[in-house]
């Protein structure tokens, strides 16, 4: 399989994953860069991703249009993938989604989304909320062109995760597995953090060393990794699809 | 297919989503106004919504009353369905429903339900609670004639969504397409607007602009409204059902 | 088929619906009354109720011992459903399950569980909790004795539900389709009380005379009460089971 | 069927179980040690717990190594089971998992974790909180060598269960079937705490003469302990690899 085949079978792989584990329902999308030419990017058509298999992928600008005749509906809300790209060249892949327990944290400013179980820490310290309205007034809060996307991917700046008031989340990662990764622990630590609050008393949050130690330690391409991945391909039914890596070593007792 | 078929069809198929996303359970209707004739609708006959076929499905008058002579039994709540066709020429789709997550709303004063996400913005800015007691007094709470469905009918007035006290929710739409995926949203709204009132501290409720904007924009044959209902027909195992709207074509760059 | 072997067909269904409902896991249970000797009742031996069949079912006496020898394990505490019987003529089946939703209302005290919704109707306007320890101090929790199950008895007098501190609850009905309905609405009915505390304000109760209606209005062969019945056993996936009662006649149009 | 193979058999159906029942996920591992030689436990390699077969296991020192040459990867945080085994001769069974409703009871000092419900008393009187913070500073919060376990364990003290602040939890039991029985109730236990908590007013926990009362009466092979593990197990697919113990008999009516 060449490593194009490779890139979109796995995209297809994290449609599935994403819909499986709630992150997406008929609405959201993920994305990844193209391997070879950073200028542009894949995502399916206008899909809901449970649904999408390899005739659907089709192949974006960084101006969020297709780079071929394309006579399919798309996204409307592709430009948030473009934009991230367009400003973020260390990033690879991303995620737009309404999952639905990150949606309180972006409709109140009581509490901010922050990393407070250790599968949550690659949110990232700071979570910034995004709000069309400041912009662009009253809109229908869809990310409709690129202007919009670009101001949404100014709020994100350096960052991992941004949430949308009234709408949903974007991540971004340096790869499809890192995205899918991120994108399906984002809900669960919003979670743990609604429910914590609700007990009282003060919320113990990781501390910026604890989230920088695991940002630090982590591989795409470690056995941890691997095995969520190849998890969760599974439970999605598509377990097939996954291709393996290189067996990772133990060092034997000696 | 004949127009009357199709839309049948689609009522099967608007049935089973509504099943399967939890909406109904053994309880809880939808039914559809007559195409041609706007004085009937069509119901299923008193059965769960999930074991809905195509013989199961009656035709009724604007008085809730079967048209053709009807010895299996009927729904004892479809004069809610009569009373908002009569009263609501615009309306050709309506949705009664128990979805558990907004019966709170309907029994506690302190937090209406309004839109905080973009997907419930179709609820409407406004959303009365109708309360058989006020003006029935003591009853099993049940829509059981038109005087109830005509009183329900008058509480939801020129609104989308009427809360029903202790029992559960109206909603109406345009077309079967719109009041399944209003009734889908509705719980989700609900759940968000719940949770981000326990996380405490001002509500962004959407604005006025923006349920306007989103109404507005809305159509049921965009390929966002299809994607939704290709995909919960796909969910509730009727995805074969489904008839293809003509290929929405996308612009291609040039 | 004999009467009593469609009331022990019942009573297997009835197993398989509490346990596809959640009311039931690997514990809890449900018992019917011998229709022909009101001194016996039919529950299974020390089984999940989902995997209940029809060699699993015993019959016991009132003193909750097996009527003939019986070298299976039987469950520990079916003197729950004995001590009902022995005091309750009006009852002819009971659940005991532990179902997570009623959990907190019999551990505080604060918040009594009463009707909310009209499902929620059959527990009845007064919901009793019964404390094991307010007569037997220091115990496993468990009803293992006819002292334990009239001590419940008379804790649940003439109600038709009674909590169980710290364990969970026993429901008592006329008929196996009541007790079913009515342990099947109690944690949605929980579920709907414990959020609309959440939401703040005052709860709007189903009034006295509400409850009164709903009571009065039921019947167990309605169309209504079947409609349950039927969509339960067929999500359970005994829907093959299910002994079609007569039609229910509607009255045509004239 | 040797005592050895039985042992490896229940391993599979232990990892199956907690699978199933939303104990682990990608993450989480449960181990059991030797029959034959207590310095010697059993776990599976790094692989998720679903898809566990029995190829997958591996036996490792209480140093946490393997005992034979291993060319696959292992879980990196072995080393909370071989902690635990060469600290607690009594235990034969360890679990750390990550269930979601237990987390944030790590995360805040307010509302300790004990037990409220009877299904809840085995994770005993008292659940320490262990901070890996406290004596290691900022990590990754993973056990990743035996001083982070042996401080674990330290913290466990004779207990049933740790929490792990920001992480998860460690029990520790005589048996596979208690250690999952346990872990299984942590979570419920968890939540009917949560629950009760929102509803206001005093907590009545379970007495510590309660939870003895039931430790005390508890045996690993019991009907009532059965009936869950074969439930569950039937529950993950995996029933066909259950063997039945000795048939338990109830003493007939004489």
């Known amino acids: 399989m060449s490593k194009l085949d490779a890139v979109i079978q796995d995209l297809i792989i994290a449609n599935r994953i994403l819909a499986r ?9 993920v994305s990844v860069r193209h391997p070879d030419n950073p200028k542009h990017f894949f995502i399916a058509r206008s899909l809901a991703p449970d649904l999408v298999e390899r005739d659907d992928i089709v192949e974006l600008g960084l101006d969020g249009e297709p780079v071929r005749q394309e006579s399919r509906a798309l996204y409307l809300e592709r430009f948030i993938h473009a934009a991230i790209y367009e400003a973020r060249p260390d990033v690879h892949a991303v995620v737009h989604a309404h999952a639905e327990d990150i949606l309180p944290f972006g409709v109140v400013d009581a509490t901010p989304l922050r990393p407070v179980i250790h599968s949550g820490s690659f ?8 709000d069309i309205a400041d912009k662009f007034g009253d809109t229908d809060l869809l990310v409709r062109n690129m202007d919009h996307g670009r101001d949404l991917a100014r709020s994100l700046g350096g960052d991992n995760v941004a949430l949308m008031r009234g709408h949903g989340f974007a991540s971004a990662a340096r790869s499809l597995i890192e995205v899918v990764r991120l994108s ?11 429910r914590a609050k609700q007990l009282g008393g003060k919320i113990k949050y990781l501390s910026e060393g604890e989230i920088a ?15 969520a991945w190849e998890y969760w391909a599974h439970k999605a039914g598509c377990g097939h699809l996954v291709t393996k890596p290189d067996q990772h070593e133990h060092k034997p007792k000696t």
Chains 1, 2, 3, 4 share one sequence.
Not at 123 to 130: D, K, L, Y
Not at 213 to 227: F, N
């Open 184 to 194: 399906v622990y984002l809900p669960r630590n919003a979670r743990a953090l609604q």
């Open 213 to 227: 130690a695991r940002a630090g330690g982590y591989r795409p391409s470690s056995p941890e990794t691997w095995r």
């Open 123 to 130: 949110i990232g310290a700071h979570v910034p909320v995004w």
């Open 21 to 29: 584990e709630d992150v997406v329902d008929a609405y959201g999308h």
